[in-house]
């Protein structure tokens, strides 16, 4: 069964904007995922947080974190029209099999 | 970083024919590929573990006499969907675990469509 879920659905926002989007999941982790998923093509993995950390940054993404609320949520700053796509968050338990939420379509309108 | 092929990228057949993927890390060995199956719009729902050298772990709900999985190598795996039907129509993904169990690497999928 599905372990992710993300919330919202799908965002429209405009460039320069800033994009949040959560992921909410069930059982005890090791780390949680994110990846982005432009139209019909292959993930692009963008970064990985561990159970241990709180908060990472990359470039405009900053990522966090909350195991007590078994949470993450991903922050896209100054949004771009390129940064358009599917983003999914992946659970990942010891080594066992990724799981996917549902995703939240992210548009950036020029 | 690691590489992850598929092939074909994409495949259009007839309801009834069997249709061969394969995936391929091309700088790396990995002992576990995964196959995932994607709808329109929808995420990424895994169908099957495959492990070099044994059988493959479908997914519940995933025929496995449908969606037969070969791993005869450390750096291929292959996934064929027999007897297709337009149901079957999907993007297929396959990931390659790394030296790192946290790691997968995917590939850029692949797209069938079954008339």
């Known amino acids: 069964s599905q372990q992710g879920e993300e919330d919202p659905q799908a965002l429209s926002i405009q460039e320069g904007e800033n994009a949040t989007m959560n992921c909410s999941y069930k059982?005890?982790?090791?780390?949680l995922q994110w990846y982005r998923q432009n139209s019909g093509r292959g993930l692009v993995h963008l970064i990985l947080?561990?159970?241990?950390?709180r908060e990472k940054h990359s470039g405009r993404l900053r990522v966090t974190l909350d195991t007590s609320k078994k949470s993450s949520s991903l922050l896209i700053t100054a949004s771009r029209a390129a940064d358009t796509a599917s983003y999914f968050c992946?659970?990942?338990?010891?080594?066992?099999?990724?799981?996917f939420g549902p995703g939240t379509r992210l548009s950036v309108l020029p | 970083g690691a590489v992850v092929s598929q092939h074909p990228s994409w495949v259009i057949c007839k309801s009834g024919t069997s249709v061969k993927i394969e995936c391929r890390s091309l700088?790396?060995?990995?002992?576990?590929m995964f196959w995932y199956r994607q709808f329109p719009k929808q995420s990424l729902m895994l169908m099957a573990t495959?492990?070099?050298?044994?059988?493959?772990?479908?997914e519940q709900g995933v025929e496995k006499d449908k969606f037969l999985i070969n791993h005869a190598s450390l750096t291929l795996s292959t996934l064929t969907v027999t007897s297709a039907h337009p149901e079957d129509s999907s993007f297929y993904i396959c990931?390659?675990?790394?030296?790192?169990?946290?790691?997968?690497?995917f590939g850029p999928g692949t797209r069938l469509l079954v008339l």
């Open positions: 495959s492990n070099e050298g044994s059988k493959a772990t479908y």
């Open positions: 947080i561990r159970s241990n950390e």
């Open positions: 059982t005890s982790i090791n780390n």
């Open positions: 992946a659970t990942e338990n010891y080594g066992q099999n990724f799981v």
């Open positions: 990931s390659a675990r790394g030296a790192l169990p946290e790691t997968q690497y």
């Open positions: 700088d790396f060995q990995a002992t576990t």
